[in-house]
């Protein structure tokens, strides 16, 4: 049997913290950039590595969604792109080291980035290990789930073949229970007689 590993996300309060947090190192910026890309798509260290111009399409509304086929599981992702995915791309639009790349981000090696993100979670005050499967886990739950997105449609987005697998990514938090059980009481306003 195989035992649970608590897999560390980050909450609302140190996602923040990192997305408001001024980089003086140009290459500590781009790695947070990188980070907070992946904490608002799901995706992993290698997807955000090859992520290129055709991975976005656009829907018949209009809306900009990442459409690209998993490396390491062969599954399609489908995320919409949320605003600040949007800011982070355009961002790096003219960098010169994507365009001669054909890439939308400047990803380093993921040993690179790992060690940098260290230096991220250092500067931010956050105990936590930050790597790009954080990342992952952080838009599984304190993005998706904790904002009322069905397991369902993060199972697709993060592009599982299996319900069972999005289970192990996403977490359901108290607040969402608390969330849930005050809707659930507006709706039940039953008396006992």
């Known amino acids: 049997k195989l035992e649970e590993v608590d897999r560390p996300f980050l909450n609302e309060k140190e996602l923040k913290s990192i997305m408001e947090k001024r980089f003086a190192i140009n290459r500590i910026a781009q790695v947070r950039d990188v980070f907070i890309f992946c904490c608002f798509t799901g995706l992993a260290f290698v997807d955000v590595k090859s992520l290129k111009k055709s991975d976005i399409i656009f829907n018949p509304k209009g809306d900009e969604w990442i459409h690209k086929q998993r490396h390491k599981s062969k599954q399609w992702a489908h995320i919409p792109l949320l605003p600040v995915a949007k800011q982070i791309i355009e961002r790096y639009r003219t960098n010169p080291e994507c365009i001669r790349k054909g890439v939308l981000l400047p990803v380093l090696t993921n040993q690179k980035m790992n060690a940098y ?64 059980m005050n809707q659930l009481a507006e709706k039940l306003k039953y008396q006992v007689n």
């Open 117 to 180: 993100l260290k230096e991220v979670a250092d500067l931010c005050s956050i105990t936590k290990n930050l790597t790009t499967h954080c990342a992952r886990h952080t838009f599984a739950t304190t993005v998706t789930l904790a904002n009322n997105i069905s397991m369902e449609s993060v199972s697709k987005m993060l592009g599982h073949s299996s319900l069972a697998m999005t289970k192990k990514y996403a977490r359901i938090l108290d607040s969402t229970i608390g969330t849930e």
